[in-house]
């Protein structure tokens, strides 16, 4: 069992940064690919960004190549999201889920954090 708690979503505006955070309890940590997910109004739930549970394998969704990076600190059971040059086409409730591969969700989900990039 994985519990996962984001945090640093807020109101941004337009071309402003934000560092999302996931901690996830557990001893297992490491040997979870972590992805972080977003869902905006009306639209289906989109992949953003993984990491393998080494941190050496790193996927980003086409929309945000080049903004954002993700990273993982085994250590403290924390991956984070910094989001760079943020797009109000980026507000959205972003999610931290552990899975088993990079890029296919895994069973364990965060509660969300909300974004808002205003123009």
């Known amino acids: 069992q994985v519990q996962l708690v984001e945090s640093g979503g807020g109101l941004v505006q337009a071309g402003g940064s934000l560092r999302l955070s996931c901690a996830a309890s557990?001893?297992?940590?490491?040997?979870?690919?972590m992805h972080w997910f977003r869902q905006a109004p009306g639209k289906e739930r989109e992949l953003v960004a993984a990491?393998?549970?080494?941190?050496?394998?790193?996927y980003y969704a086409n929309s945000v190549k080049g903004r954002f990076t993700i990273s993982r600190d085994n250590a403290k059971n924390t991956v984070y999201l910094q989001m760079n040059s943020l797009k109000p086409e980026d507000t959205a409730v972003y999610y931290c889920?552990?899975?088993?591969?990079?890029?296919?969700?895994?069973?364990?989900w965060g509660q969300g954090t909300q974004v808002t990039v205003s123009s």
């Open positions: 889920n552990a899975g088993l591969t990079l890029t296919t969700q895994g069973v364990y």
């Open positions: 557990g001893r297992t940590f490491s040997s979870y690919a």
């Open positions: 990491i393998s549970g080494a941190g050496g394998m790193t």
